[in-house]
Nanobody, 127 residues
Framework: QVQLVESGGGLVQPGESLRLSCAAS????????MAWFRQAPGKDRESVAG???????YYTDSVKGRFTISRDNAKNTVYLQMNSLKTEDTGVYYC?????????????????????WGQGTQVTVSS
């Protein structure tokens, strides 16, 4: 089991940027895939971005060119840099660790592909 703690959410105006962080416990962080999901009010949780144990990354179409997922294995942390934010990016953002700590992802993933979840961090984009 991996413990995950997100941070970095907040209230911003459209067009502004935020960087989310997700700190993971455990000494094998570099060996498994991670992802970010979000859930808007009244909607299902959706995948946003994923990164495999190497450098392969994936994005949902609505965030391509605006969001960047990265990982710092020395800090056991995965990041989500969000630029040019839109009101429709509003929601609770969750990071997740691949179930069975697998290195790879399928994309788009399902919730069942992930065995550990953080508590979420709120992102609100509003003018």
């Amino acid at each position: 089991q991996v413990q995950l703690v997100e941070s970095g959410g907040g209230l911003v105006q459209p067009g502004e940027s935020l960087r989310l962080s997700c700190a993971a416990s455990g000494r094998t962080f570099s060996s498994f895939a991670m992802a970010w999901f979000r859930q808007a009010p009244g909607k299902d949780r959706e995948s946003v971005a994923g990164i495999e144990a190497g450098t392969t990354t994936y994005y949902t179409d609505s965030v391509k060119g605006r969001f960047t997922i990265s990982r710092d294995n020395a800090k056991n942390t995965v990041y989500l840099q969000m630029n040019s934010l839109k009101t429709e990016d509003t929601g609770v953002y969750y990071c997740a660790a691949r179930s069975r700590l697998l290195r790879w992802l399928r994309w788009p993933p399902t919730n069942n592909d992930f065995g550990s979840w953080g508590q979420g961090t709120q992102v609100t984009v509003s003018s």
